[in-house]
């Protein structure tokens, strides 16, 4: 199967990147090294999770037993996570959903070139039932690319591999929305692996709008001088473009500071404010005789500071001498 378009506990800080509730899609098409876009990484130091050949590789050997390493972010108002996927070699692969504000979880596994089983935590604990079988086929393509989808209505999470359905686990302490995604690997201590993944997706992505922003959603200490960018939804003919520093302003806003422009990257007319969190949307417009606009996801930086700390230079205060006119040293 080809790529799809569409707990030892470890102790991870986060990211509030896809607050608001909007959806979120990220194909990891970005140069090689950190993974950055607002997710948090989750290592025992021995393997390390970086974007490689346009996905996310984690990789290395296992420093202690079963220690989840992976990418993880919060999430807020969606109620669907999805991913593509390869595990054969070494390591097995983790997808761990949570309820906001609880260690609770669901959580589907399966080891290398293996099938799915599921845990399911009330409390953050491992389970007295530990892993459980799902009760339809739920096998991986061993050496292929294999797409994994969780789903919460209500309380039940429904699971499904490769489009077919393998079960669905109920969890009382979800109520509507899923709280953060924790995507990883694990094995036993001095096993060495890797896991790809690629494609997440975090609700439901309209492939008509706009996407990958640049600055990333949520930078910080970004030039004054800032030029954005963004990737053109598969259908826009050209962009308007809304940016301020409020919110609520820019995601209902009407009037673009650049309408109708055929390129995907967009200049401030004046150097914005030291020090400012700006937001931005680009709503996409379709050629005729459509002319439909998909409204953009509302994305947001941080400018750098005003000024920062000076060291190694030491101040001398001096006066002139009146007959030389030429400065004296005083201190």
Known sequence: MSKRLSFTVL????????????????????????????????????????????????????????????????????????????????????????????????????????????????????????????????????????????????????????????????????????????????????????????????????AGKAKDPSPADTGTDVARDVVLGWTAGVYANTHNVYLGTSFADVNTITIPVSAGQTGTSYQPATALEYGQTYYWRVDEVNAAPSTTVFKGDVWSFTTETYAYPITGITATASSYDKATNMPVNTV
């Not at 990484?41 to 390493?69: F, K, M, Y």
């Not at 390869?86 to 097995?92: A, T, V, W, Y």
């Not at 393509?141 to 039940?156: D, V």
């Open 11 to 206: 102790v991870c800080v986060l990211s509030a990147a896809n607050a608001w509730g909007v959806p979120f899609k990220d194909d990891f098409n970005r140069a090689n090294g950190a993974v950055g876009n607002g997710w948090t990484i989750a290592t025992n130091g021995t393997v390390t999770s970086t974007i490689v050949n346009n996905e996310v590789l984690v990789a290395g050997t296992e420093a202690t037993d079963w220690t989840r390493c992976g990418i993880s972010r919060a999430i807020v108002g969606e109620t669907k996570v999805s991913c593509d996927f390869k595990n054969d070699n070494g390591f097995g692969f983790h997808f761990q959903i949570r309820p906001p504000g609880s260690n609770a979880y669901v959580e589907a596994y399966a080891p290398a070139g293996g099938s799915f089983s599921y845990a399911n935590s009330l409390d953050g604990n491992w389970p007295a039932a530990g892993w459980v079988a799902f009760p339809n086929n739920a096998a991986t393509i061993t050496g292929q690319y294999n797409n994994i989808a969780l789903e919460l209505k209500g309380s039940e999470v429904t699971v499904t591999l490769n489009g077919k359905v393998c079960g669905t686990v109920t969890n009382s302490v979800f109520t509507s929305t899923i709280g953060n995604l924790f995507i990883s690997s694990d094995a036993a201590a001095g096993t060495t692996g890797s896991i790809h993944i690629d494609n997440v997706q975090i609700g439901v992505v309209v």
